[in-house]
């Protein structure tokens, strides 16, 4: 098994699914609720070792409750649109006070919990609920499978393959990727002598706060163009809605995955490589020589890197120009 190649297929399935796409025709928008439960009842079943059973299938509309394992003592709620308001409505629900759950930890799965784990809910007498590891998206679920045996690994492989169709279509995926860099490989970028919309001296915070000792070089000779991709991103998005957010996700992932096992320097030099790798295989790519793929790569991670997407911020990391 090439995990690298399986764990791709994973997480575009898993993200997917979390933003309520309707997945190549098998689910109907109808019963989405209630295939998204049995499929997150079955992944995690097979991935915590849990016994969780869907409980709308014996109790028509449970409120605040989709999944109960009733042997560990855990509800799950499952939403793609979850906000802090609609968790503490959940929590507040009387499904939650009955006495039959009391002892029972609480757990939400939204689309992207970044700025729920850091908010405070209201919580009913006798449920377990503590935001910063009880509410699980794609990125958090997708961590813990990287991190699993191969045998289980091939096992969810197998369960999300069942589950959610077939193959990845790499080159479908890769078609914006490859547009923005075709563009950029036609800029007259010997043109650009300034970088009055960048704050260089942020810039540099964020470098020494990530110890990118060697890639520093690349960084201070890229950032120069930060200005003209972000032109680029917003002329591209005049052909589709959120296009460039595809592309930038695109690089994230590819960074959020390999800085489970690496840093600094290589972890950088690794996201420009396996761009780079990703837009050969697309078929929209307009062929150019290598050095100047490379280039072009290196200014779009550039970007990435100074609008917050990859590598970690300092305190107060502000880069628009001061």
């Not at 039959?100 to 449920?127: M, V």
């Not at 591209?236 to 590819?254: A, E, H, M, Q, Y």
Request: aromatic share 10%; net charge negative.
């Amino acid at each position: 098994m090439n995990r690298a190649t399986y764990y791709d297929y994973i997480e575009e399935r898993l993200i997917t699914l979390c933003t309520r796409v309707e997945l190549r025709g098998k689910i109907n928008i109808l019963d989405y609720h209630l295939h998204s439960e049995n499929f997150y009842r079955d992944l995690f079943n097979k991935l915590y070792a849990w016994n969780l059973e869907n409980l709308n299938s014996r109790i028509h509309n449970v409120e605040a409750i989709d999944l109960v394992d009733k042997i560990n003592n855990i509800i799950i709620q499952i939403s793609a649109t979850n906000t802090k308001l609609k968790i503490d409505n959940a929590l507040n629900k009387p499904s939650l006070s009955s006495t039959e759950y009391n002892g029972f930890k609480f757990i939400s799965i939204a689309r992207d919990a970044n700025n729920l784990r850091s908010q405070s809910y209201n919580s009913p007498a006798g449920i377990n609920f503590v935001p910063a590891t009880d509410i699980y998206d794609a990125k958090s679920i997708l961590q813990d499978i990287y991190n699993l045996d191969i045998n289980t690994f091939e096992t969810i492989y197998k369960l999300i393959k069942s589950e959610l169709g077939k193959e990845t279509d790499v080159l479908r995926l890769e078609s914006n990727l490859s547009s923005v860099i075709n563009i950029l490989s036609k800029e007259n970028l010997a043109s650009i002598d300034s970088i009055a919309n960048v704050n260089s001296f942020e810039i540099e915070r964020k470098i020494d706060y990530n110890n990118l000792n060697t890639s520093k070089e690349i960084i201070d000779d890229y950032k120069l163009y930060h200005h003209i991709v972000d032109k680029i991103y917003s002329e591209f998005d005049r052909f589709g809605c959120n296009k460039s957010i595809s592309v930038l996700d695109t690089i994230k992932s590819g960074y959020v995955k390999q800085s489970l096992e690496l840093s600094g320097d290589e972890l950088f030099n690794l996201v420009i490589s396996n761009i780079s790798d990703r837009i050969l295989q697309s078929s929209n790519f307009e062929k150019i020589p290598q050095e100047e793929l490379e280039m072009c790569v290196g200014i779009l991670v550039v970007d990435a890197f100074i609008r917050c997407k990859i590598f970690k911020n300092p305190n107060d990391y502000n880069y628009a120009a001061p």
